[in-house]
C-alpha cells in the first residue's frame, strides 16, 4: 500500500458589504506542476500573440514614423 502524497491546502475569505465567499483549495504536488505548466503555457502565447500584433510596427518604418508622434 502506498502513503497517501502530500496535500497542500488553502483557504480564501472574501468579503464584500453583504457578499461573502469562502474558497478552499486542496492539491497534491503534482497537481501544482500542472497548474503552473498550464500558466507558463498561458504566457508564453500571450508573448507570442503580442509579437504577432506588433509584427506590422517593427516591418513597416512608416508605421513606426506614424506610431511615435
Known sequence: ???SPA???AVMRLKA???S???KVELTN???VAIGGLVCGILV???GLVWVATATA???PVVTAL???
Open 1 to 3: 500500500m502506498q502513503p
Open 30 to 32: 503534482t497537481g501544482l
Open 67 to 69: 506610431r511615435r508622434r
Open 7 to 9: 496535500r497542500n491546502r
Open 45 to 47: 502565447s500571450t508573448a
Open 58 to 60: 517593427r516591418e513597416h
Open 21 to 23: 465567499a469562502v474558497l
Open 17 to 19: 458589504g453583504k457578499v
